[in-house]
C-alpha cells in the first residue's frame, strides 16, 4: 500500500467488492500505520521472518513490480528500468549459503485479515458505551500496538454483548487485566478493559453452602479488575494474605496462569488457589461459573457448564484461553511479615561466577524450609559481573525464627554487608533487587523490558551454570540481567497432572529479562535485546523442566516455548479450547500449542471463508515467503484500486 492514502479508505473500498465470505490481507511493518476504524478477523507477526526470490531475471522483475505497485510494458525504456530494479534487488538483498540461488528480504512483520464485517466497530459502542482515548499498559510490545477501540463494560451484561458482537461478525477480542500482557492489545482488534470490574470481597472461616461437610478458613473473591497490590492491601487489614506472586501492578492474567512468589514454597502458585470462578462462554456468550464460588457472588443469569471440571482445572493455568474470566474465588491464609536480608557479590571471572552460584544453590537456597525462599540475579554493573542474593523468610506466631530457618551461615557466600528489613506483604514488593539496588533501579523506571522464563533443577551444575554466565556475559544492553526466582516446596507436591500447570519438578524459574531505554524503543539495542532473550531461551531450554506460559505472547518464536509450557497437559487444553472457543474469540491469549503441520500455503478464494490459521512456529523464510505469495495473488486487486 505504498503511497496509498489514507490507506483505511482504499481497505473499505476492496471490501465492498468482496462477496459475504471473502477477505482482504494486509501486509505491512510495524508501526508503519494504522487502519483505522476497522476491526480484523486475524492477525499474524512475523518479527523474524524472510521473503525469499529466486535469483534470476524474471523473478525478480514480478517481485519488483509487485513491490512498486505496477506492471512495466516491453518497452527499451521500461526494460531499463527493470534492469536497475533488477540490480537493485541484488544490492539489497541478504543471501545465504545453505541456499544460494535465493536472495533474502525483510518480510513485513503484520499480516491483517479483513472480512467484511471489519466496520461493525460502531455497532459494538453503541451498545457498550463510549471508546475510550487510551489504556495506558504496562507491557512493552502491547504499547506498540493500536487496537480498533477499547471499550471498558462497567456490568456483565456489556461484557456479553462483547462477546456476543464478536461472534455474529467472525472478528476477536483481546483482554485487559492488569496491562502486563502482550496480548492485551493488538493491532486493529478490540480491547475490553476489565478494570471496572475491581471488587474484593473477604469471607473469614467460611463453609460450602452445597456441601456442609467441606469448610474453608477464609476466601477471597476477587474481581478481575484488581491489581495484586491492591488485594494484598485489602487483605492486610483483616490480617489475610493470598500468594499472589511477586510483581505489585500484575493482575487477573498471573493468577490464572500460574503466580509465582515469595509464598510459594507456603501456599503453592496463585493458581493452585483457585477454588472457583466466573466467567463469560466465548461460545455463547453464556455466564458460567465454576467450583465453589459463594452464592451472593454468583450472577443471576450463571449456571454450572457440563463440562464445569474441567473448565475449573483449565484455570488453573491456561485460564486466558477459554472464556472472559469476571471474578476468581481463592483461598486465603494469615497474612505474615517477612524478614529480608539482601546483599551483592561482586565476582572476578567465569570461574568464581560459577562457584558463587554453586555455593548459593547448595548453602542458601537448599538451606530454606518452606517458611523462607531464597532470590539469586545474575547482572553486569559498572563493567563488573555480580550476583545479588534477597532471602524472605515468613515472622509470626506459626512460623518458626528466621535464625532457625536457614542453614548454618558458613563461608563468604552470605556477604559482610546486608540491608534487613522486616516487611509486610505489601512492603515485600519493594524489597525486590531489581526494583532497589540493580542499575539505579534501571533509570527511574524510564525502560522497556522482554521477560522469558524457563524452570531450572539444579543452577549449580556446570552446564546450567556455565550457560548463565555466559548469558549475562553477552548482554546487548547493560541494564539485561537474570533473576533466579525461587520455587519449590508446596508448588512442587502438586502433581503435573492435577492442574493445567503442568511444569512442577524444578527450583527455580529463571527469568531472562532484556532491559534497554525507553527512548531507544525500536532501535537496534531493543531489537538486539529481544533477540538475546530469545537466544538465551533457547540455549537453555535442552537444560530446562519448562516454560512459563504467562510469559508468552504473540510472536512466532514463542509458539516453540509454549509447546514446553504446560508438561502432560497439552492435548488436553487442545481439546478443552477448540470446545470453549470454537471460533477463536480469543485467540490472543497464552498460545496454547497446535499440532504441527508439514510447511505449506494455503489459497484464499475471493469467495471462500478462511479457518484461522498460526503463523509459521519455525520463523522459515521460505514457509512465509509461499504463504506471503500465494495471499498476495489473491489480493494484489487492492493495490490497483
Known amino acids: 500500500m505504498y503511497g496509498m492514502k489514507p490507506q483505511d479508505q482504499f481497505i473499505k473500498h476492496a471490501l465492498k467488492m468482496l462477496f459475504d465470505d471473502g477477505v482482504v490481507a494486509v501486509f505491512r511493518r510495524e508501526g508503519i500505520f494504522h487502519i483505522d476504524g476497522l476491526a480484523c478477523h486475524y492477525s499474524a507477526s512475523y518479527p523474524t521472518g524472510f521473503v525469499g526470490v529466486a535469483d534470476n531475471d524474471d523473478a525478480l522483475d514480478v517481485f519488483a513490480s509487485f513491490v512498486a505497485g505496477f506492471t512495466m510494458q516491453d518497452t527499451d525504456e521500461e526494460n531499463a528500468v527493470l534492469a536497475n530494479w533488477q540490480k537493485l534487488c541484488r544490492d539489497l538483498a541478504r543471501r545465504d549459503d545453505d541456499h544460494p540461488a535465493t536472495l533474502l528480504f525483510s518480510a513485513p512483520e503484520v499480516m491483517l485479515v479483513f472480512n467484511h464485517h471489519a466496520d461493525k466497530v460502531e455497532e459494538l459502542e453503541m451498545r457498550v458505551g463510549p471508546i475510550l482515548e487510551e489504556n495506558p499498559v504496562k507491557n512493552q510490545q502491547a504499547r506498540l500496538q493500536r487496537p480498533a477501540a477499547i471499550f471498558r463494560p462497567d456490568n456483565i451484561e456489556k461484557v456479553q454483548d462483547c462477546v456476543r458482537w464478536a461472534l455474529r461478525h467472525g472478528l476477536g477480542l483481546t483482554v485487559v487485566g492488569g496491562g502486563h500482557s502482550a496480548h492485551c492489545h493488538r493491532s486493529n482488534v478490540v480491547a475490553i478493559d476489565m478494570s471496572a470490574f475491581d471488587s474484593v470481597h473477604i469471607l473469614k472461616e467460611v463453609e460450602d453452602e452445597d456441601d456442609q461437610d467441606i469448610a474453608f478458613n477464609s476466601l477471597v473473591v476477587a474481581g478481575v479488575g484488581c491489581k495484586t497490590v491492591n488485594i494484598i492491601s485489602r487483605t492486610l487489614k483483616k490480617g489475610l494474605t493470598v500468594p499472589l506472586g511477586s510483581r505489585p ?213 556446570s552446564k546450567i551454570a556455565r550457560h548463565l554466565v555466559s548469558a549475562v556475559e553477552s548482554r546487548p544492553s547493560p541494564f539485561c540481567y537474570l533473576h533466579l526466582l525461587h520455587g519449590g516446596g508446596k508448588a512442587g507436591e502438586v502433581t503435573p497432572e492435577a492442574t493445567a500447570f503442568g511444569c512442577r519438578d524444578w527450583d527455580f524459574a529463571c527469568i531472562i529479562t532484556g532491559v534497554w531505554p525507553q527512548d531507544e524503543d525500536g532501535s537496534r539495542v531493543a531489537h538486539a535485546s529481544v533477540q538475546w532473550v530469545y537466544d538465551v531461551v533457547d540455549s537453555l531450554l535442552p537444560l530446562s523442566r519448562g516454560t512459563y506460559g504467562a510469559d508468552l505472547g504473540p510472536d512466532p518464536r514463542d509458539a516453540v516455548l509454549a509447546e514446553k509450557a504446560f508438561g502432560p497437559n497439552t492435548v488436553r487444553l487442545g481439546r478443552l479450547k477448540r470446545l470453549m472457543d470454537p471460533r477463536d474469540v480469543l485467540a490472543w491469549a497464552c498460545p496454547l500449542p497446535k499440532p504441527r503441520c508439514p510447511n505449506s500455503s494455503f489459497l484464499l478464494p475471493a469467495n471462500t471463508a478462511p479457518a484461522r490459521t498460526t503463523a509459521p512456529a519455525n520463523g522459515s523464510p521460505f514457509s512465509l515467503n509461499m504463504t506471503v505469495t500465494l495471499l498476495l495473488q489473491r489480493m494484489v486487486f487492492a493495490r490497483k484500486l
Not at 493482575?251 to 496462569?257: D, N, P, R, V
Not at 488453573?316 to 472464556?323: C, I, L, M, S, Y
Request: glycine fraction near 12%; charge should be positive; hydrophobic fraction near 35%.
Open 249 to 461: 501492578s500484575v493482575g487477573a492474567g498471573l493468577w490464572l496462569q500460574g503466580g509465582i512468589g515469595h509464598l510459594t514454597r507456603m501456599y503453592g502458585l496463585t493458581c493452585d488457589n483457585i477454588v472457583g470462578a466466573v466467567l463469560i462462554s466465548v461460545a455463547s456468550g453464556e455466564i458460567f461459573y465454576v467450583g465453589r464460588v459463594p452464592s451472593k457472588h454468583v450472577p443471576k443469569e450463571a449456571r454450572r457448564p457440563d463440562n464445569e471440571t474441567d473448565i475449573l482445572w483449565a484455570l488453573k493455568g491456561a485460564g486466558t484461553n477459554f472464556g472472559i474470566v469476571l471474578s476468581v474465588t481463592l483461598h486465603a491464609y494469615r497474612a505474615h511479615t517477612f524478614h529480608t536480608r539482601s546483599w551483592v557479590i561482586p565476582l572476578g571471572d567465569n570461574a568464581e561466577a560459577k562457584r558463587r552460584l554453586r555455593e548459593f544453590n547448595e548453602k542458601v537456597a537448599k538451606g530454606c524450609s518452606k517458611f523462607c525462599s531464597a532470590d539469586a540475579y545474575l547482572y553486569c554493573e559498572d563493567g563488573r559481573l555480580k550476583l545479588g542474593i534477597t532471602t524472605f523468610t515468613l515472622t509470626g506466631a506459626a512460623s518458626p525464627s528466621p535464625m532457625t530457618i536457614l542453614s548454618k551461615r558458613e563461608g563468604d557466600i552470605w556477604g559482610t554487608k546486608s540491608d534487613i528489613n522486616i516487611v509486610d506483604g505489601v512492603e515485600a514488593f519493594e524489597a525486590e533487587m531489581y526494583m532497589s539496588k540493580m542499575h539505579g533501579e534501571h533509570g527511574d523506571g524510564k525502560t522497556s523490558s522482554l521477560k522469558r522464563c524457563v524452570f531450572l533443577k539444579d543452577i549449580g551444575g
